[in-house]
């Protein structure tokens, strides 16, 4: 019989599975470019729809609930240290409210027009959770940071 941490695979070889890690939660001011994996706490300041469009095909199948609709919404969320766009798509825009304090899961730094800005796709989560008793420190806002890239030759 396999252990707990075991299963069996096919042809009665015992795999292991990986071991869930326990989420380390970051501060905005802690964000840096090209980074991903982030958990992070954070309250919505703002939201924003920039993008309410039907798509032509009707529903996705793979995506439920959109209804044959793509909704993207920019959100300016933050935390004691710092606040930062936050890019919400589709279910995300209506956990987006402001005021709303949320969990954002497995989140990473997207690049646009050369400042950061953070978001979730489809290996992430985004969780509206309770009140949390902190102010948003708006004047840190990392989205407003540019951005250069500089290739480095290596000799």
């Known amino acids: 019989m396999a252990s707990p941490k075991q299963e069996q695979g096919g042809g009665g070889s015992s795999v292991s599975k990986p071991a869930m890690r326990k989420p380390v939660f970051v501060k ?6 090209g980074t991903n994996g ?3 706490t954070v309250k919505v300041v703002s939201s924003n729809t920039v993008l309410n469009k039907k798509t032509r095909n009707g529903p996705l199948p793979n995506r439920p609930g959109t209804g044959g609709q793509t909704h993207i919404a920019e959100c300016l969320i933050g935390d004691e240290t710092g606040a930062i766009l936050f890019t919400a ?3 995300q825009v209506e956990l987006m409210k402001a005021g709303a304090t949320v ?3 497995n989140a ?6 050369g400042s950061m800005r953070l ?3 489809k290996w992430g989560l985004v969780e509206v959770t309770e009140a949390a008793d902190f102010a948003v420190k708006e004047d840190n806002n990392l989205s407003l940071i540019e951005y250069e890239l500089v290739n480095v030759v290596q000799e």
Do not use: G
């Not at 990473?108 to 027009?113: C, L």
């Open 38 to 40: 982030h958990t992070l």
């Open 119 to 121: 978001a979730v796709d």
């Open 89 to 91: 798509r589709n279910e």
């Open 108 to 113: 990473k730094i997207d690049m646009f027009k």
């Open 103 to 105: 969990n954002i899961r």
């Open 28 to 33: 905005v001011d802690q964000l840096k470019p």
